[in-house]
């Protein structure tokens, strides 16, 4: 692994931490500066890695460093980082990870700190005491802010502790069967073939199949032919749960990428889908989706809360609405939320959630259906909004969750049955005497 790859290491995670900006966005844009498969994985590896395990690597470095380096040096210290990440949890030969991470300070212009780097390196070689972290405070044991581990302990008392754990494990990689083009059945066939490890968890959602590594997933069978799609299997839970009927009209109205939107109409072929997203950006994925699929819906780009500049007058049957959330149930899948997630975000995120469920209500039919779904474990945004919307709605009941639920709410934790954390209320508009 080369001393380029080091350093870009070092600068993805500076722009997340420091500036702010999404690993989604800026990983990417760094493989691309690299030719080989898996050198693009082993960047991806290194940058999931200290963002999951930031606060040790800092504690760490305060026992080491008189002051972290500040300003126009700041990539030099995540460059710090990246080498006690890899001398600490990866299989890379210590010699190799501290003369590439060494040479790598010269490329982000710290030719001057090579020897602190390289002396801070050593340190963290010849001493494991300094992984002890038993004293030290919950976000250092368990590498979350404080603020979460607090929301958590909070709403999950006997569980937190759970949650955290499960948010530090790799997720697994879930697809979800295409039905319209092969069975699922035919397509673990295929995957066997290929010798890939493959299992089928739900014996009600036997679209939902788990790898057992990640993979490339345009290197699977099938890909070109839209034979599946990347999905945890929590959210396929979705379309199972919304449970549409064949001629009915149904908005997705917050559907970016079109995970949800594809498989509905996958479930349910005669639909009729009105796919919305007021990110016309990421309303480009929808069409890929639904292309490569060969699938068909009506995608608009517009906001769910402007009505007049969309909505034709047509009440819809049954609504999806997957409200943009914290985020905090899919902390292990993207592990630079809890960095860049910040305790003010939430009361905010809770009325605007508010706020699209009370104007998409107007937009159902009478005896309609409404799923509520967020990828949040945090109640405000899940089970106390779902009864603040009961009380203030008096034509809206909840109705029982089936096949995967007994109960009329669902809160599926992180890693529960290697699923994300999500919540499902499925909302039923009374008809009027």
């Not at 722009?15 to 990417?28: A, E, F, R, Y």
């Not at 760094?30 to 080989?36: I, K, N, S, T």
């Not at 034979?227 to 908005?251: C, I, M, R, T, Y």
């Not at 559907?255 to 498989?263: D, F, N, S, V």
Request: net charge neutral; hydrophobic share 45%; with cysteine.
């Amino acid at each position: 692994m080369s001393a380029q790859l080091r350093a870009l290491a070092a600068e993805t995670c500076f722009q997340v931490v420091d500036q702010g900006k999404s690993l989604s966005d800026v990983l990417p844009k760094a493989q691309q500066q690299l030719y080989a498969a898996p050198d693009k994985a082993l960047l991806q590896e290194i940058c999931f890695g200290v963002m999951r395990t930031l606060p040790q690597l800092e504690t760490v470095c305060q026992q080491l460093m008189s002051k972290p380096l500040i300003k126009q040096l700041r990539p030099l210290q995540f460059l710090i980082y990246v080498g006690i990440y890899q001398l600490q949890f990866m299989r890379i030969p210590d010699h190799a990870a501290i003369s590439e991470t060494v040479e790598a300070a010269r490329s982000l212009k710290g030719q001057n700190l090579t020897k602190l780097i390289n002396g801070v390196l050593r340190n963290v070689q010849r001493q494991p005491a300094l992984f002890d972290f038993s004293a030290c405070s919950d976000a250092v044991q368990f590498n979350h802010p404080g603020w979460i581990i607090s929301a958590l302990q909070q709403a999950y008392p006997e569980h937190w502790q759970t949650i955290l754990a499960a948010n530090q494990q790799k997720a697994p990689l879930w697809l979800r069967v295409n039905q319209q083009q092969i069975s699922p059945t035919a397509f673990m066939a295929e995957l066997t073939k290929a010798e890939i490890s493959c299992s089928q968890p739900f014996a009600y959602l036997p679209v939902a199949i788990k790898l057992e590594q990640a993979r490339d997933i345009t290197l699977l069978p099938g890909y070109a032919e839209g034979w599946f799609s990347v999905q945890d299997a929590a959210a396929q839970h979705a379309a199972l749960l919304l449970n549409a009927d064949p001629g009915e009209k149904v908005l997705d109205a917050c559907c970016a990428p079109g995970g949800k939107t594809c498989h509905l109409l996958e479930q349910t072929p005669a639909l009729s889908v009105t796919a919305l997203d007021r990110d016309a950006k990421r309303l480009e994925r929808v069409h890929q989706n639904l292309d490569r699929l060969k699938l068909s819906a009506r995608v608009i780009a517009a906001d769910v809360l402007d009505i007049d500049s969309w909505w034709q007058g047509e009440l819809f049957d049954r609504i999806l609405l997957d409200v943009p959330c914290s985020a905090t149930g899919v902390i292990r899948r993207h592990p630079d939320i809890r960095w860049l997630r910040k305790k003010a975000d939430i009361a905010p995120l809770v009325v605007l959630q508010q706020h699209i469920l009370q104007q998409a209500w107007q937009l159902l039919k009478p005896g309609g259906s409404l799923l509520y779904a967020t990828c949040s474990v945090l109640p405000a945004e899940n089970a106390e909004q779902i009864q603040r919307f009961l009380t203030e709605q008096h034509d809206a009941e909840l109705q029982q969750l089936a096949p995967a639920n007994s109960g009329v709410s669902w809160q599926i934790l992180p890693g529960e049955q290697d699923m994300d954390g999500f919540f499902f209320a499925l909302l039923h508009k009374k008809t009027t005497d």
